[in-house]
Each structure stands twice: as C-alpha cells, then as structure tokens.
C-alpha cells in the first residue's frame, strides 16, 4: 500500500513538473494601482484586519453562547446533554472574556503606537 502511495505522488510531481509553465514576478508596485494596494500603508491594514478578526471570534463566542443556551433548554431533564450544554456555554464564555481581553490590550497598544508615531 505504502508503494502504490509513494508512486502516486511521484506520479502527481512528475505530471506538475511537465506541465509547469514560466511565471511572471510581480511586486505590490506593478499591480497597485489596478488592486489599490500600494496606497493603502500598512497600519491600518493591520488594525482592520485585527479588529475584524476579534470581531468575527467575538461574534462566534456568542453564537456559542446562544447554541449552548438552546442545548440546555432542549436537554428535558437529560444529564449528559446538561453537562454538555454547560461545557459549551462555559468554554464560549473564557472566549467571549479572551476577546474582550484582547480587545482592550489592542485598543491600548493602538493608543500608543497612534501617540508616539502621530
């Protein structure tokens, strides 16, 4: 099985090594002005991107918080479901506290890095 396996690989390179054509190199400074890339700097590229990623896992820590909720409501007496439901609603809620964590010490250091750099 282990040489059928290997073979299929060395089968799959081969095949992309045959047809593999030449590529163009591009920079950020060739393809700017048609992606809007080379007058965005880099700042706040980065404080957008991390506020919509503490965004989107605060936003699903509270749908887990909700599923959990609808879990327990749903479990009708059941022990194992009402254990589960606690576990759900217990770990959304250390990442609903790591979120707002993260947030205050990003919107923190954003203060400061805004005050020192201007």
């Known amino acids: 099985m282990r040489n ?59 749908i887990m918080v909700i599923y959990g909720g609808a879990v327990w409501l749903t479990a009708s007496g059941n022990e194992d479901r009402l254990e589960h439901a606690k576990k759900i609603i217990s770990g959304a809620v250390v990442g609903v506290f790591l979120v707002l964590t993260s947030w205050a010490l990003f919107s923190t250091v954003l203060k400061g890095v805004v005050q020192v750099t201007g």
């Open 4 to 62: 059928k396996i290997s073979g299929l690989f060395s089968l799959t390179f081969l095949a992309f090594g045959l047809i593999a054509k030449p590529v163009w190199a591009f920079t950020i400074e060739d393809l700017g002005p048609q992606t809007g890339l080379a007058a965005t700097e880099l700042k706040p590229l980065l404080i957008n991107a991390i506020s919509f990623v503490l965004g989107l896992i605060g936003l699903i820590s509270v």
